[in-house]
């Protein structure tokens, strides 16, 4: 095949939720602009893969051939050594949660392959994976973006890359980073009338989808806290990890070990008091009690917990499962810079990662 450098290669690993939104939006990112020409040249899930040595698959029919292809996926280093092969450049999209595939970043990165991914795991894991990375890239001269990282489609990491790029001072970012989070409290703690008992609000999060098969992981806190970890490292703050800050868990002490979600929520109900008096100690002071995660730079503080809210306050007024972030600068004063809307579901996520691809496109081809 002739070297073109019109032409760049994009290999999909997970075709999940994401991943099929993903490919919806490739598809007509792909007709839409022909150069360069977008070439699917890999897609895999954890058990199969598709490839072929002309490195061409039909984006359209992508995921019914991976559902019936009888290949194995590739090893990271063996995709890494594939995609540096190819006639052109190559861009893994990386839609899985995998940390191994995140631990391969610094591979692909020094081979030439930028990288652009939803997946947390790789930005908010150890501070030298972090650093691999990003030394990896600009070394190589490769790009990464995780915009969908942190809030899904909404702007968030853009807007803190462009603040502190121009040279704004980020005080303080605070906000409510979670769609299951954000579901359950508005539902628990309205600002009008009395809300729901806490184990019944969390049981119909997880029969509407919002939580995680175990509702634990959500209430672990350790979703927030990748989240903020991410953003103070962006921010300039070089947090080890993503357990080196407080993280309150809502889960209760004597329901940690139980042996299943479905145990954990049938007694849940006897552990709703604590709940109830946090509810009652805001109300008393004429507040809503929310679960946040905040960044305070100048004391290089990072938290994530309930917090009391007046009821007017942009955090306490969230409807639905919606995520909002808030970043207080020395540009915007006391008031401070808002991003509010949909932090969750496979098409805004999707809609990250293809504007992150657009990104690379626009300084590799
Ligand atoms: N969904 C959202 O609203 C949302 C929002 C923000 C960020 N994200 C992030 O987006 C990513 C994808 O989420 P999702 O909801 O699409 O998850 P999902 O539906 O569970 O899909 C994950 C996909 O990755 C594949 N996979 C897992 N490990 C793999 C490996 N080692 N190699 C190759 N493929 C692998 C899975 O394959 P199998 O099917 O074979 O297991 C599956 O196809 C996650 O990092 C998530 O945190 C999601």
Redesign the pocket.
């Known amino acids: 095949m002739a070297t073109t450098t019109n032409q760049i290669f994009i290999a999909v690993?997970?075709?999940?939720?994401?991943?099929?939104?993903f490919l919806s939006q490739l598809a007509t990112l792909a007709a839409r602009r022909p150069t360069p020409k977008l070439s699917l040249c890999y897609i895999?899930?954890?058990?199969?893969?598709v490839f072929n040595a002309d490195y061409s698959i039909g984006i359209e029919n992508a995921l019914q051939e991976l559902a019936s292809s009888s290949k194995q996926?590739l090893s990271?280093p063996q995709l890494a050594d594939h995609l540096a092969a190819a006639p052109s450049k190559a861009i893994v999209v990386?839609?899985?949660?995998?940390q191994?595939?995140a631990d391969a970043y610094p591979l692909f990165l020094s081979r030439g392959i930028s990288i652009v991914?939803?997946?947390?795991?790789a930005f908010s894991g150890s501070y030298k994976l972090w650093q691999d990375i990003f030394t990896a890239a600009a070394t190589a001269g490769s790009k990464v973006y995780h915009e969908?990282?942190v809030?899904?489609g909404l702007p968030v990491i853009s807007t803190l890359k462009d603040l502190v790029d121009t040279g704004d001072e980020v005080t303080k970012i605070e906000g409510v980073f979670s769609?299951t989070m954000s579901f359950l409290f508005n539902s628990f703690a309205p600002v009008e009338g009395s809300g729901g008992q806490w184990s019944a609000e969390v049981k119909k999060a997880k029969e509407l989808g919002y939580t995680e098969p175990d509702p634990r992981d959500d209430l672990n806190g350790l979703?927030v806290a990748r989240k903020l970890t991410i953003l103070a490292r962006l921010a300039g703050l070089p947090v080890e990890s993503p357990t080196s800050f407080p993280v309150q868990s809502l889960i209760p002490k004597e329901l940690e070990t139980v042996s299943s979600g479905d145990e954990f929520l049938e007694k849940l109900p006897g552990f709703d008091s604590q709940m109830e008096e946090t509810k009652a100690a805001a109300e008393k002071q004429g507040k809503v009690v929310r679960f946040v995660g905040s960044i305070d730079v100048a004391s290089r503080s990072v938290k994530v917990g309930l917090e009391m809210f007046d009821k007017s306050h942009p955090i306490a007024a969230l409807k639905g499962s919606d995520n909002i972030i808030s970043f207080y600068t020395k540009r915007y004063g006391s008031n401070p810079l808002i991003i509010q809307g949909a932090?969750?579901?496979?098409d805004?996520?999707a809609m990250?990662?293809t504007s992150d691809l657009i990104k690379v496109l626009s300084q590799i081809a």
């Open positions: 690993i997970g075709a999940g939720g994401v991943g099929k939104c895999s899930s954890s058990k199969k893969a996926p990271l990386d839609n899985t949660s995998s191994d595939v991914t939803p997946n947390k795991k969908s990282s809030g899904a769609g979703d932090g969750a579901g496979g805004v996520t990250g990662v």
